[in-house]
């Protein structure tokens, strides 16, 4: 068995699958988890860009909360989140995060409502102290329910729809952002319209022990193949979606991180949520430092923690960086001083201790895809 | 000609006083989808060790060390197009670069085939 000093890695209830499918597997998140099958990252990005991939995220944290009598458990949540919550119409899904009081970040997650519930997924590294940071803040407004063992699945690509669609009708027609409770082979799941590669696709909650079933019933399929965590990162990277502990961390605040978008008009205006004088004071003056897309020239790849400099001064660090396989090129993002992060200035990048000209540039790098009707 | 092998999974194929460097099937497999490989300049000298190439797989980046001590004479530039030939063709058409061994003793210091087919099985 593979152990870490944290003990033993944990199993998500795809582990046997992974291995009949001859994935290479590595410690991830506390869990033993597929990074790539034997046909390789750039294959499996490919084959999610052009038709459909599942993937295993049965290690992320999924999270039920039920208002108790008389509560709200939207206007419980959002005094930790800036999104808007309240708002949500049964089947809305939104995309928020957990903020401090510095307006830093501890998590972003995906909420749903069901109607009569929130359905949440936080990310694998932070869903315990996330646990415990709503059992504090809102154990009196809601029941707040744990469900770390069921399965989750991520089915991704322009394919994605036609694949499920064949074993749950329903979800042809489901729009973006959007989540409901579909029956997949006899077994209730939670089907949200939603993922992190930029493209069409679906997240499926499933019971823990019918997750291996429903898989194996969507690798049936003829337009899906099984994706690792490799090809995860680099559809998420083109499509300029951040990654929790590297994009955003508890010193990014949504306004640098560029995630204004998920903030409604009413919070902006009301706040009411961890560090909102400080992000309430970014959105009127600005931050001082923005998340920005860079282009390298040439195939260099610049890394994560790559210097950004401009005439030999360093303006930023790069948070996330590689080689973007639907473009053939290398592509990074990475924080810069607000002054400097106009598209078009001109960089350096700073690769294995030489510059790299590179150009502040647009994200996302590759078009998003999302199914909105 | 002899091929003789390095413990970082480097292989210098020797022929007269030239040496051929590229890495094994091992690493290759090892690293996944190699996208960008960097060569070093015609001319330069190198020791023994040192680090004369990087080899970019999606995940990561990797130094090639030099097997030996030597001159580059030579240097792969068609994997600045193909890359992938490291993935296909580890030790054909995927070499990095070529050196004009300074010193061919340094040779006994590495592995042979056999040793080197010994020490990947003991990696597990």
């Not at chain 1, 749950?168 to 959007?178: E, L, W």
């Not at chain 1, 002054?339 to 990048?349: D, I, P, Q």
């Not at chain 2, 006994?108 to 040793?115: H, K, N, P, T, V």
């Amino acid at each position: 068995m593979t152990e870490t000093a944290a003990g033993p890695l944990k199993r998500t209830p795809l582990h046997a699958l992974h291995r009949e499918l001859g994935a290479r597997l590595v410690p991830f998140a506390g869990y033993e988890m597929p990074v790539q099958y034997p046909t390789g990252i750039l294959a499996e990005h490919a084959q999610t860009r052009a038709a459909a991939g599942l993937f295993d995220v049965s290690h992320m944290g999924q999270v039920r909360l039920t208002a108790r009598p008389g509560r709200s458990a939207a206007k419980a949540l959002e005094a930790l989140v800036p999104g808007d919550i309240a708002g949500l119409q049964p089947g809305q899904q939104r995309y928020t995060q957990f903020t401090n009081e510095t307006g830093g970040i501890l998590d972003d997650l995906m909420v749903t409502s069901t109607g009569d519930h929130l359905l949440l997924v936080l990310n694998a590294a932070c869903k315990d102290a996330d646990l415990a940071h709503l059992q504090k803040h809102l154990s009196s407004a809601c029941e707040v329910e744990p469900m770390f063992s069921r399965g989750l699945l991520a089915l991704q690509g322009p394919q994605a729809a036609q694949a499920l669609a064949r074993l749950a009708p329903p979800v042809a027609t489901m729009k973006f952002m959007t989540g409901a409770y579909v029956v997949i082979d006899g077994i209730e799941c939670y089907v949200t319209r939603s993922g992190y590669t930029g493209g069409d696709g679906f997240e499926i909650s499933t019971p823990a022990d019918a997750a291996d079933t429903i898989a194996r019933k969507l690798l049936a399929q003829p337009e899906v193949k099984p994706i690792g965590l490799g090809a995860r990162d680099s559809l998420r990277l083109e499509a300029g979606l951040c990654l929790y502990g590297h994009d955003i961390d508890t010193t990014t605040t949504p306004i640098e991180a560029g995630l204004l978008w998920s903030i409604g008009k009413e919070r902006r205006a009301q706040g009411g949520f961890p560090g909102a004088t400080v992000i309430q004071k970014q959105i009127a003056e600005g931050a001082p430092r923005r998340r920005v897309g860079l282009l390298p020239d040439g195939k260099a790849i610049a890394r994560e923690g790559a210097e950004i400099a401009i005439a030999g001064k360093v303006v930023g660090k790069v948070t996330s960086g590689g080689f973007a396989p639907t473009l053939g090129r290398a592509v990074a993002m990475g924080y810069v001083e607000r002054a400097r992060s106009a598209n078009g200035t001109k960089v350096e990048l700073v690769v294995r201790g030489k510059p790299v000209p590179a150009e502040i540039a647009a994200m996302p790098f590759v078009k998003h895809a999302y199914y909105r009707g | 000609m002899s091929v003789k092998y390095t413990n970082e999974h480097e292989w210098v194929r020797v022929e007269g006083d030239v040496g051929t460097i590229g890495i094994t099937n091992y690493a290759q497999e090892q690293l996944g989808d190699v996208v960008f490989v960097e060569v070093p300049a015609v001319g330069r000298k190198v020791a023994k060790g040192e680090s004369v190439a990087v080899v970019e797989s999606v995940k990561a980046a990797s130094d090639i060390y030099a097997p030996v001590s030597g001159e580059v004479v030579e240097a792969n530039a068609a994997l600045a197009d193909s890359p992938g030939d490291v993935n296909a063709e580890p030790t054909g058409k995927g070499w990095f670069f070529k050196l004009r061994l300074s010193d061919k003793t340094e040779l006994d210091g590495l592995m042979d085939e056999a040793a080197y087919d010994a020490f990947v099985k003991s990696l597990g």
